[in-house]
């Protein structure tokens, strides 16, 4: 808070009405009474505006928690921040946050709201009984008050009287639980604090109340982060980060003070978390955390290590552009296969060409493989004798590599000598091989 509002707030700051305060007399008188279907079986908790009882239905067994409104505030403009406390609970319907189950009024006690009954502690119990508690704890307890309050602040609402008095601490399947309770002067984030006062009196916990809070300007969900923060201070350290005795002194530190360091008396604490419980304490709105979900992911990170917390989104490469590389490498494959075939075919044609030829030519040697043996020329006995002569083509491996290189061009055939020599059965079923041949190679390969 700037120093030019330090006037306003000790204007205001003599007229601050604790939300908790004395308890009339008549509350003995309620046990064993009926409010409604529930029968009042004992008192469990009072505060400055109402009491809660355990009770039970009467026709099913369950037990709840009744919060009644203190009959001494029924004349002001308690019950309708008493209505707004159900209406907001009832909203948020938060795992921590307590449940409202009915809202009633009775024509003796006035109105009264129905929720779930919780077993164990407020915070403020465990703190005077406990003193401070573990770093992992107090993350873990926060943790789950900002996300309460973050649920909050994103419907619109905000708490405005966070304390250690309105934190409940139980138990669900071995694990400690949050739950927080009375949002009794909560309100929209438009309206201002003002609007909750009664008799120019303004309702909330002094010391947690966030600079805007003493300064009566309009609140947000900054307020309730900075009350958050004065909660993980004395949760670490069993004591306040400003404190006083007199409500003018302490307007005076909160407008002026900035808070101190906790590891000046808690050094074993991580620097990081301590950091993070002095930005809540900011003086400035602007310079704590733009939200709860932002505190709530900050401490999240406390001791974690840097390689474990999520990188930028840039960081992280795109599968996309390793697929092309594939898809052209299996495209280079595909072409040299169809190209090493093709060369393939035609070379075993030409082969099968040259060995039907009836005159000597020289020996032929392609694709990698040993030369042939001269041919012995063809005589003119019968067909049948020259058909034993023939060779059959070579079957050719597909692993062999083709020595296009190596293969002398195929002589020119003799026209003469192929015109004399009879026509005979077995060159045919050489080429038939030779075509035969071409196809097994083409599908091995």
Same mark, same amino acid.
């Given at each position: 808070?700037?120093?030019?509002?330090?006037?306003?707030?000790?204007?205001?700051?003599?007229?601050?009405?604790?939300?908790?305060?004395?308890? +009339?007399?008549?509350?003995?008188?309620?046990?064993?009474?009926?409010?409604?279907?529930?029968?009042?079986?004992?008192?469990?908790?009072?505060?400055?505006? %109402?009491?809660?009882?355990?009770?039970?239905?009467?026709?099913?067994?369950?037990?709840?928690?009744?919060?009644?409104?203190?009959?001494?505030?029924?004349?002001?403009?308690?019950?309708?921040?008493?209505?707004?406390?159900?209406?907001?609970?009832?909203?948020?319907?938060?795992?921590?946050?307590?449940?409202?189950?009915?809202?009633?009024?009775?024509?003796?006690?006035?109105?009264?709201?129905?929720?779930?009954?919780?077993?164990?502690?407020?915070?403020?119990?465990?703190? $005077?009984?406990?003193?401070?508690?573990?770093?992992?704890?107090?993350?873990?307890?926060?943790?789950?008050?900002?996300?309460?309050?973050?649920?909050?602040?994103?419907?619109?609402?905000?708490?405005?009287?966070?304390?250690?008095?309105?934190?409940?601490?139980?138990?669900?399947?071995?694990?400690?639980?949050?739950?927080?309770?009375?949002?009794?002067?909560?309100?929209?984030?438009?309206?201002?604090?003002?609007?909750?006062?009664?008799?120019? #009196?303004?309702?909330?916990?002094?010391?947690?109340?966030? &600079?805007?809070?003493?300064?009566?300007?309009?609140?947000?969900?900054?307020?309730?982060?900075?009350?958050?923060?004065?909660?993980?201070?004395?949760?670490?350290?069993?004591?306040?980060?400003?404190?006083?005795?007199?409500?003018?002194?302490?307007?005076?530190?909160? $407008?002026?003070?900035?808070?101190?360091?906790?590891?000046?008396?808690?050094?074993?604490? +991580?620097?990081?978390?301590?950091?993070?419980?002095?930005?809540?304490?900011?003086?400035?709105?602007?310079?704590?955390? #733009?939200?709860?979900?932002?505190?709530?992911? $900050?401490?999240?990170?406390?001791?974690?290590?840097?390689?474990?917390?999520? &990188?930028?989104?840039? +960081?992280?490469?795109?599968? %996309?552009?390793?697929?092309?590389?594939?898809?052209?490498?299996?495209?280079?494959?595909?072409?040299?296969?169809?190209?090493?075939?093709?060369?393939?075919?035609? %070379?075993?044609?030409?082969?099968?060409?040259?060995?039907?030829?009836?005159?000597?030519?020289?020996?032929?040697?392609?694709?990698?493989?040993?030369?042939?043996?001269?041919?012995?020329?063809?005589?003119?006995?019968?067909?049948?004798? #020259?058909?034993?002569?023939?060779?059959?083509?070579?079957?050719?491996?597909?692993?062999?590599?083709?020595?296009?290189?190596?293969?002398?061009?195929?002589?020119?055939?003799?026209?003469?000598?192929?015109?004399?020599?009879?026509?005979?059965?077995?060159?045919?079923?050489?080429?038939?091989?030779?075509?035969?041949? #071409?196809?097994?190679?083409?599908?091995?390969?």
């Amino acid at each position: 808070m700037d120093g030019h509002l330090l006037d306003s707030v000790l204007a205001v700051a003599p007229t601050v009405t604790p939300t908790v305060g004395p308890r +009339s007399e008549v509350i003995l008188d309620l046990v064993g009474r009926k409010l409604g279907k529930y029968v009042v079986r004992e008192l469990i908790g009072q505060g400055g505006m %109402a009491t809660v009882w355990s009770a039970v239905h009467e026709e099913l067994g369950g037990v709840v928690a009744i919060k009644l409104l203190d009959a001494r505030l029924l004349d002001g403009d308690a019950p309708e921040r008493f209505l707004r406390e159900a209406r907001v609970s009832a909203q948020l319907n938060h795992d921590h946050v307590v449940k409202v189950i009915d809202f009633a009024r009775d024509p003796e006690f006035g109105s009264y709201i129905i929720m779930e009954r919780l077993t164990g502690h407020p915070l403020d119990r465990v703190l $005077a009984s406990q003193g401070p508690l573990e770093e992992r704890r107090v993350i873990a307890l926060a943790m789950q008050i900002a996300d309460a309050l973050g649920a909050a602040h994103e419907a619109g609402i905000v708490h405005r009287d966070l304390k250690p008095g309105n934190v409940f601490l139980t138990r669900a399947l071995g694990t400690e639980v949050v739950k927080v309770v009375d949002f009794g002067i909560a309100g929209v984030s438009a309206e201002r604090t003002t609007l909750l006062t009664r008799s120019g #009196a303004m309702f909330g916990t002094p010391l947690y109340m966030s &600079p805007e809070q003493w300064d009566g300007v309009q609140v947000g969900p900054a307020s309730d982060i900075y009350s958050l923060g004065v909660v993980m201070f004395e949760m670490l350290t069993g004591r306040l980060p400003i404190a006083a005795g007199a409500l003018t002194e302490m307007a005076k530190k909160v $407008a002026l003070m900035e808070a101190p360091s906790m590891l000046t008396v808690r050094p074993d604490l +991580s620097p990081e978390l301590d950091a993070i419980v002095l930005r809540c304490l900011r003086k400035h709105r602007s310079e704590r955390f #733009a939200s709860m979900r932002e505190l709530a992911e $900050a401490l999240r990170n406390v001791g974690a290590p840097r390689t474990s917390r999520v &990188p930028p989104a840039a +960081s992280i490469p795109a599968p %996309a552009r390793i697929a092309p590389v594939e898809k052209n490498h299996k495209l280079v494959v595909a072409t040299v296969g169809g190209l090493i075939a093709l060369v393939a075919l035609l %070379a075993i044609g030409l082969t099968g060409l040259h060995r039907s030829k009836p005159t000597e030519s020289a020996p032929t040697q392609g694709f990698g493989l040993a030369p042939t043996p001269p041919t012995t020329p063809l005589s003119t006995s019968p067909p049948t004798t #020259a058909s034993s002569e023939v060779t059959p083509p070579p079957t050719i491996s597909a692993s062999v590599p083709p020595a296009l290189a190596t293969t002398p061009p195929p002589a020119k055939p003799n026209v003469a000598a192929a015109a004399a020599a009879p026509t005979s059965k077995p060159a045919s079923k050489t080429k038939a091989n030779g075509t035969s041949t #071409a196809g097994i190679y083409t599908e091995k390969w």
